[in-house]
């Protein structure tokens, strides 16, 4: 069983940061893209931020400039300094990463943590 686990999540001001945590646990065997995702109301969901297990990052053009991924393999934990935060960035804010366990490799996603921008 993998489970991906969210946290950092809350109201930030414009202009203002936060950062996003997601810790991944089970019968991981690797790790392999881990990123982030975002979904606002009434819009489907959009990547946000991917980075490979190399560390190479890759940015929407929405964030790119304002926010940063980045991951520890040791703690199996991808996190997103966001700045510069627009109330366009309000959202729930998912978790995700490509997971091999002994028996399978597949997409796995967090529950999603809001992120809400206030001008």
């Known amino acids: 069983q993998v489970q991906l686990v969210e946290s950092g999540g809350g109201l930030g001001q414009a202009g203002g940061s936060l950062t996003l945590s997601c810790a991944a646990s089970g019968s991981i065997v690797r790790i392999h893209d881990m990123g982030w995702y975002r979904q606002a109301p009434g819009k489907q969901r959009e990547l946000v931020a991917s980075?490979?297990?190399?560390?190479?990052?890759n940015y929407a053009d929405s964030v790119k400039g304002r926010f940063t991924v980045s991951r520890d393999n040791a703690k199996n934990t991808v996190y997103l300094q966001m700045n510069s935060l627009k109330p366009e960035d309000t959202a729930v804010y998912y978790c995700?990463?490509?997971?091999?366990?002994?028996?399978?490799?597949?997409?796995?996603w967090g529950k999603g943590t809001q992120v809400t921008v206030s001008s």
């Open positions: 980075i490979t297990s190399g560390g190479i990052p």
């Open positions: 995700n990463a490509g997971i091999a366990t002994m028996f399978v490799l597949k997409d796995y």
